[in-house]
């Protein structure tokens, strides 16, 4: 049934025998930023950091720290926030890297002191201190890219020519939190998970496409242009994300517009290319414009280059998945909770639970 369905879609296959899966994995890459997130953020000369403050956290069971991590660019700098929890007398804990949240204070949607119960750490930042997805005083996104770190970034931009994407730039922060998590002796560098909700979850699936330090990948929510495939899919599509949020793609999104024909990928490409890294996605029930299906479809597409390289694939009965069920036994995970487009408790105690069994 599944692999029908696929079919049914014209969705390609991934595997290319004729080339080594390092090679083709830069291809996938390039393809990627080619048609779809543009091009990667211009490298920085140095990144430092500098702690804030240390205090406890969770009755004393966890180090919550505040620091500022700084990119050097010559004679000019840009500083942001990162907010770290670190668990105690654990040894070296696994980790998620979150994208999105405050600069201040841990969001109250994060159930945290069960985080930490659980013996897993978090780093997060907030997505707008780099770029500005919606001005909240203007209530109008910002379209000219004038505002955050862009200049520093891309020194080499011009007004109304952007060859980046805001999707970029997040997964950008996101790489510099992982190099801030390194210096934190709480944290184990090889059990480190990238993290993201919705325009955010399509960030951390690039983010995790692009860090190879990142062992897991976990786009929540992602839908189209994460981890929801393109072709065939019932909610948001490759023309609404051109039209309304232009700004989250790359300068070549718009022009394939009425013509996915053309694109030479499809968004399994992306789970498959983290390969031999685990990967795992997530959905809501009643979440239809980010669409679970296409995305539980997109796993299915993706298990063949898991199980080419050795390893289990994407352990699925061969149908459609129902509300509330949960497939975390191969590399690829995935669940369909009960409920609406989130990122819930729920959510947080199925990504541990793949990662205690990875």
């Not at 998590?181 to 325009?199: C, K, N």
């Not at 839908?223 to 793609?249: K, T």
């Not at 992306?270 to 685990?278: D, G, H, I, S, V």
Request: glycine share 10%; proline share 6%.
């Amino acid at each position: 049934m599944l692999q029908e369905a696929l079919k049914e879609r014209g969705i390609m296959p991934v595997w290319d025998q004729s080339k080594p899966w390092d090679e083709r994995r830069k291809e996938i890459i390039a393809m990627v930023e080619e048609y779809e997130y543009g091009g990667v953020p211009g490298k920085e000369d140095s990144v430092t950091f500098e702690e804030k403050s240390c205090f406890p956290f969770a009755s004393g069971n966890c180090n919550y720290r505040r620091a500022e991590i700084t990119a050097h660019f010559g004679e000019e700098s840009y500083m942001f926030k990162v907010q770290s929890f670190a668990p105690k007398n654990v040894g070296k804990a696994p980790f998620f890297v979150l994208i999105g949240g405050s600069d201040d204070m841990p969001s109250c949607g994060l159930p945290m002191e069960e985080i930490i119960d659980r013996g897993f750490g978090l780093v997060t930042f907030c997505n707008q201190s780099l770029c500005v997805d919606w001005d909240m005083k203007k209530h109008f996104p910002d379209t000219n890219y004038t505002m955050g770190i862009y200049k520093y970034l891309f020194p080499d931009y011009k007004d109304g020519d952007p060859s980046f994407s805001h999707l970029a730039v997040w997964a950008w922060g996101a790489s510099k939190c992982l190099d801030y998590a390194a210096t934190l002796p709480e944290l184990d560098m090889d059990r480190a998970a990238i993290v993201g909700h919705s325009r955010l979850g399509k960030a951390a699936l690039y983010a995790g496409l692009k860090d190879e330090r990142f062992a897991y990948v976990i786009p929540n929510d992602s839908g189209c242009a994460g981890a929801s495939l393109y072709r065939g899919c019932a909610g948001e599509d490759w023309p609404d994300v051109a039209r309304n949020f232009p700004y989250w793609m790359g300068p070549n999104y718009g022009k394939y517009v009425g013509k996915m024909d053309e694109v030479p990928f499809d968004q399994h490409f992306l789970l498959a290319a983290c390969a031999p890294r685990k990967v795992y996605v997530s959905a809501g029930s009643e979440d239809i414009w980010a669409d679970g299906v296409s995305m539980y479809l997109s796993c299915v597409a993706a298990s063949e280059v898991f199980e080419k390289l050795g390893m289990p694939g994407f352990i699925v009965p061969d149908r459609l998945p129902e509300a509330g069920e949960c497939f975390n036994e191969g590399s690829i995970g995935y669940h369909l909770r009960k409920g609406p487009h989130d990122l819930a408790r729920e959510d947080w105690n199925r990504f541990m639970d793949f990662i205690e069994k990875n």
